[in-house]
């Protein structure tokens, strides 16, 4: 069965764009445990460093990351229907 790409593609760029509002809300809320987590994962001590948070920065990050994962979900998509259609 073959995936609407387009769909697909704006269900993963509404999912990013909720992830990115929420985790921008964290870091609003709780910046030096945020700070330590992001450290965490990125294998990194950067509990010297600060946030420099503000509300053009978040929109910025909300539109890139909705353009980049609704690229990549409409790309992944036309992907996934090409092997299937190859069978």
């Not at 964290?26 to 948070?53: A, I, R």
Request: some cysteine; aromatic content about 10%.
């Amino acid at each position: 069965m073959p995936l609407n790409a387009f769909k697909f593609g704006m269900a993963s760029a509404i999912t990013a764009a909720i992830l990115w509002l929420v985790c921008s809300l964290l870091v609003m809320l709780m910046p030096s445990m945020m700070l330590s987590m992001s450290g965490d994962m990125l294998h990194m001590e950067l509990n010297d460093m600060g946030w420099h948070l503000t509300l053009t920065g978040v929109v910025t990050g909300l539109v890139a990351w909705f353009v980049a994962a609704g690229i990549a979900g409409w790309l992944l998509a036309a992907v996934y229907n090409r092997l299937q259609s190859s069978n």
